[in-house]
Nanobody, 119 residues
Framework: QVQLVESGGGLVQPGGSLRLTCVAS????????MGWYRQAPEKQRELVAS???????AYADSVKGRFTISRDNTKKTVYLQMNSLKPEDTAAYYC?????????????WGQGTQVTVSS
């Protein structure tokens, strides 16, 4: 069983930066492919970045070059560094993961952290 707690969101101006943190419980974190997802109002939740067990990363086209995902297995933590933020990045951000070879969201969703990009 893995529980997830996200933090680090807030209000930021366009062009600004935020660093999101997701702390996981459970011994299988290091075995999990982890991802950051976001959900804007009236839109479906989407995967924006993922990181494999060995650190291989992948990004949605909309955030490529601006967001960086990383993980620290000793701390059971996954991060999302977000730079050059745009108003369209406004959403609730969640982390999740799974034990397969591709990104999946099998754990119970946390409360998420709200990111608002506005001047």
């Amino acid at each position: 069983q893995v529980q997830l707690v996200e933090s680090g969101g807030g209000l930021v101006q366009p062009g600004g930066s935020l660093r999101l943190t997701c702390v996981a419980s459970g011994s299988i974190f290091s075995l999990s492919v982890m991802g950051w997802y976001r959900q804007a109002p009236e839109k479906q939740r989407e995967l924006v970045a993922s990181i494999g067990r060995g650190g291989r990363t992948a990004y949605a086209d909309s955030v490529k070059g601006r967001f960086t995902i990383s993980r620290d297995n000793t701390k059971k933590t996954v991060y999302l560094q977000m730079n050059s933020l745009k108003p369209e990045d406004t959403a609730a951000y969640y982390c999740n993961g799974g034990l397969g070879s591709t990104p999946e969201a099998i754990y119970e969703w946390g409360q998420g952290t709200q990111v608002t990009v506005s001047s």
